[in-house]
């Protein structure tokens, strides 16, 4: 029973927008987990969030539940299954995670809190995002960083590739594990979309392979449940790899079996079990990853270098 009183304790339960604007009104930085009423709030991070809150203290570190279905405000979060987590301060947005990614939601949680203080010790200015499903704009796509900008868009554009978990993984409950890896290995995510795929979206996409004996095979897979699509950035200072390459390299061979034998350490190797069961998808060179962005992002804004979607 004591442990039931402090989840509740932790996390406040904003069901109104009154309770919402005194949400937005709290010092310090405020963690808020949107849900939706027919999965609930993601629990297992309660931990996570008790463990948050021991180390940072009581006053500048809140956490909340909102339910998309209560708040006008979250509306645009309506009807999706991946937990979201929001991060505000002085009434403005200021951080998005997707996914129960603890050790993303650790990391956010203490860079965001250390931003606040500096904002509220010395007057430094605030960072401000811009969350695509909370604007006036309609679209899809979830974006990590604020996308307000279109310079910022086209620059991001430069060096992103597409990333595809496929349903294989995703049924199979390894989504959260291979998005922890990613980010593990350096990769940022610009974008993060749940969907399932259509038959013809993929005789498209796949059409290069048409003529082979494992097309209709693969067809039928990609369109048998929901994959994750994913749009990955990944910084290289030193311009010695381009991200389609180190996505590859990540990935590694293309037959599960290969990979175990050749690379391990591979997500194929980890997670994939036999073709076309592979766990994940990547382009083969940047001619594909423009053609394959462009079919399944055609919103997205991409630089000239790159693509231009419509």
């Known amino acids: 029973m004591g442990s039931k009183k402090k989840e509740i304790a932790l996390q406040v339960n904003i069901s109104t927008q009154e309770l919402w604007e005194e949400m937005l009104s709290s010092k310090g930085l405020t963690v808020v987990d949107v849900y939706q009423g027919w999965c609930g709030p993601c629990k297992p991070m309660v931990s996570l969030f008790q463990k948050m809150r021991i180390e940072a203290g009581l006053d500048l570190l809140h956490f909340a539940l909102a339910e998309a279905d209560c708040l006008d405000v979250l509306e ?52 401000v995002i811009r969350d695509e499903p909370l604007s006036d704009e309609d679209g899809c796509l979830s974006h990590d960083k604020d996308i307000g900008d279109d310079e910022d868009v086209a620059s991001s554009g430069k060096t992103c590739t597409l990333a595809i978990i496929k349903p294989d993984a995703v049924v199979h409950g390894k989504t959260d594990e291979i998005i922890m890896k990613i980010h593990e290995a350096g990769f940022d995510i610009l974008a993060n979309e749940e969907r399932t795929m259509t038959e013809a979206e993929m005789r498209l996409f796949y059409q290069h392979k048409a003529g082979e004996e494992a097309f209709e095979k693969l067809v039928h897979h990609m369109c048998s449940g929901p994959s994750h699509l994913l749009i990955l950035t990944r910084p290289d200072p030193e311009g010695t790899e381009d991200v389609i390459t180190a996505w590859r390299t990540l990935m590694g061979p293309c037959d599960p079996d290969v990979a175990r034998r050749e690379q391990p350490d591979s997500l194929r190797a980890q997670f994939g079990t036999e073709m076309p069961f592979n766990a994940v998808h990547g382009s083969q060179d940047r001619e594909d990853d423009s053609r394959e962005l462009a ?16």
């Open 76 to 127: 645009k979060y309506r009807g999706k299954c991946e937990p979201t987590f929001l991060f505000y301060a002085g009434g403005e947005l200021v951080a998005v995670v997707r996914g129960a990614n603890a050790p993303l939601l650790q990391k956010t949680i203490r860079e965001q809190l250390e931003a606040e203080k500096k904002v509220l010790a010395e007057g430094c200015e605030r960072k």
């Open 295 to 310: 079919l399944l992002f055609p919103t997205f804004k991409f630089s000239d270098e790159l693509l231009e979607a419509s």
